[in-house]
């Protein structure tokens, strides 16, 4: 059964003219709003400026927005992508311990080569 915040998104996101094109528009959203936060984080810690935590918030919601439509258009679940993200990392630091030479031997490759 579909969440709330998926039916939302799904009234609220630009029907794009076919599938390719509302995938890429999703990514594309990802992505620019990715760079605002980026952008964020630069005026931080380049400028000393104060972080401005509300505007970073405002940002990761509508990365949550672009996110949630692009699970929409997979027919995948929060849940997931989740789970698929604790199997690969769970290979990928078999100590459930982060290190830079697990990250960097990224063992959850290794059936991949």
Excluded: C
């Amino acid at each position: 059964m579909e969440d709330s915040y998926s039916q939302f998104v799904r009234k609220l996101a630009k029907k794009m003219p076919d599938y390719a094109s509302d995938i890429h528009h999703a990514a594309t959203g990802i992505a620019g709003e990715a760079g605002e936060v980026l952008d964020i984080s630069k005026k931080h810690w380049v400028y000393g400026k104060t972080l401005d935590v509300s505007k970073l918030v405002e940002e990761l919601g509508d990365i949550r927005f672009y996110y949630q439509h692009m699970l929409n258009l997979l027919e995948f679940t929060d849940d997931e992508v989740i789970y698929a993200n604790r199997v690969k990392l769970s290979k990928r630091f078999p100590n459930n311990t982060y290190s830079d030479e697990d990250a960097i031997a990224r063992k959850d490759y290794e059936n991949n080569k």
